[in-house]
């Protein structure tokens, strides 16, 4: 029906969105620019600590409108002195998570008491990446307004635990293309390692991301950018075409070598 149809595809785009821009309205700082060095030196506090921190995820359940609702509450603490930030992080975690639940509700408010089966919001949370120069914890979405099916979203809640800031995608992307200058282009790369050429063209806007060992980590959620039946597609973009030999980024480990 075209009256549950559009929202769910609208919801695919501004639950990502609203996730994005979360840890601006909490008021975290974007990660420092970075200072270039010559090499990666790794401090013995380093070498020695991880974990950086331990995070727990405890579940919630509830309802809005007779749809569930399950969800976690999200608590972290640092495990070594010298990681910086957990408490503001832990903070803009759940600031992200709400703004998802919040964006569903809203959606869910335009379908509610149609015919058809209930919707329902779930949302977990892992830790995926958790050592000195760098914490991540990855948030799964499901969020279905009664339809056919409902749609699975991936996004990245990233901490620098050496400076205490929240890093975000715009952050990141600005700091890759002030060092690699008129000539990098990450729309290429984004769409060159892609796995689905026969897809059409994504951008920035339409993805999650955060830095894995690796290289980048992409993450299109369920009917963001590709057909629904794709579901998340996830992929990775090495370093070396996003980052020049000898670049300090500020979001990548030490131990990385970037």
Not at 73 to 86: D, E, K, M, N, W
Request: with cysteine; hydrophobic share 45%.
């Amino acid at each position: 029906m075209p009256l549950r149809r559009m929202p769910l595809l609208a919801l695919a785009s501004t639950l990502v969105a609203a996730a994005a821009a979360a840890p601006a309205l909490a008021g975290v700082a974007v990660a420092d620019q970075p200072t270039a060095v010559t090499a990666p030196v790794l401090s013995t506090a380093e070498r020695g600590c991880s974990p950086a921190a331990r995070f727990t995820f405890t579940p919630r359940t509830g309802t809005y409108k007779q749809a569930p609702i399950r969800t976690q509450s999200v608590a972290g603490v640092a495990l070594c002195p010298q990681t910086a930030g957990v408490p503001g992080f832990v903070t803009s975690v759940r600031v992200n998570a709400a703004a998802q639940l919040t964006t569903w509700k809203r959606a869910w408010d335009t379908v509610a008491g149609g015919p058809g089966p209930l919707g329902s919001f779930e949302r977990t949370n892992r830790t995926i990446v958790n050592i000195p120069g760098l914490i991540v914890l990855q948030g799964d979405a499901y969020a279905d307004l009664g339809g056919a099916h409902g749609i699975s979203l991936k996004t990245y809640d990233i901490l620098n635990p050496k400076t205490g800031s929240v890093v975000t995608t715009d952050g990141m992307l600005v700091e890759m293309q002030t060092a690699g200058g008129p000539n990098w282009n990450f729309e290429r790369e984004l769409n060159a390692w892609a796995p689905h050429g026969a897809y059409p063209a994504v951008d920035r806007s339409q993805v999650s991301m955060y830095p894995a060992r690796a290289g980048m980590h992409i993450a299109v959620g369920m009917c963001q950018a590709y057909a629904c039946a794709a579901g998340v597609v996830e992929y990775t973009i090495p370093w070396d075409r996003l980052v020049g030999p000898g670049e300090d980024m500020s979001f990548i480990p030490n131990a990385w070598g970037y």
